[in-house]
């Protein structure tokens, strides 16, 4: 079985872009995925977007976080492909359905790993304007391997670990 993990990163904000309901505005900077099959991560551009298309359709399962909702939603903008059938685990989307709010990728990854984030998503926005492709590459595929490992854990564990706004570690269930 081939699970492909994966995040992208987009060339402008959504103020740029005039609000979250603009997201197909936002222009693919940069993608990474993590193919479980060959345990390699591939690295993808705007010009390659049509690749990156082609293995996730070829994968058993896709795996990421708030991709439902924001990857493939970038994605949308290169192709006529709806993606709505690609069998996918959204992490994000699971979470939410269970506590009913949102938590960030980096909580989680504190929290359950004790990792974290190198950047964010404003930050690699500013890396492309300046050119700094290699920068935002290097930090997507962070957040792939975060994501990996996050899922790989939740699998085993049946559960993540994030801060609630006290600060005390809480536990969410999750079953993938």
């Given amino acids: 079985?081939?699970?492909?993990?994966?995040?992208?990163?987009?060339?402008?904000?959504?103020?740029?872009?005039?609000?979250?309901h603009n997201i197909r505005k936002l222009g693919l900077s940069a993608a990474v995925t993590y193919s479980s099959a060959t345990g390699t991560f591939r690295h993808y551009t705007e010009e390659t977007?049509?690749?990156?298309?082609?293995?996730?359709?070829?994968?058993d399962l896709v795996v990421g976080f708030n991709v439902l909702n924001f990857d493939y939603e970038v994605l949308r903008a290169y192709t006529d492909d709806p993606?709505?059938?690609?069998?996918?685990?959204?992490?994000?989307?699971?979470?939410?359905?269970?506590?009913?709010?949102?938590?960030?990728?980096?909580?989680?990854?504190?929290?359950?790993?004790g990792t974290n984030k190198s950047a964010d998503g404003l930050q690699a926005v500013r890396w492309y304007r300046e050119g700094r492709m290699q920068d935002i590459l290097d930090y997507c595929q962070q957040d792939v391997e975060v994501t990996r490992q996050l899922y790989e854990f939740g699998q085993r564990h049946k559960h993540?670990?994030?801060?609630?706004?006290?600060?005390?570690?809480?536990?969410?269930?999750?079953?993938w």
């Fill in 1 to 20: 079985m081939n699970t492909v993990f994966f995040d992208v990163e987009t060339q402008r904000s959504f103020d740029e872009v005039g609000g979250r």
């Fill in 49 to 59: 977007v049509a690749d990156l298309i082609a293995e996730l359709r070829a994968a």
């Fill in 83 to 113: 993606l709505d059938d690609l069998p996918t685990v959204d992490m994000l989307d699971q979470i939410y359905r269970t506590l009913g709010f949102r938590i960030s990728l980096d909580s989680l990854a504190g929290s359950t790993l």
């Fill in 160 to 175: 993540l670990k994030y801060r609630d706004r006290s600060y005390r570690t809480q536990m969410v269930p999750v079953s």
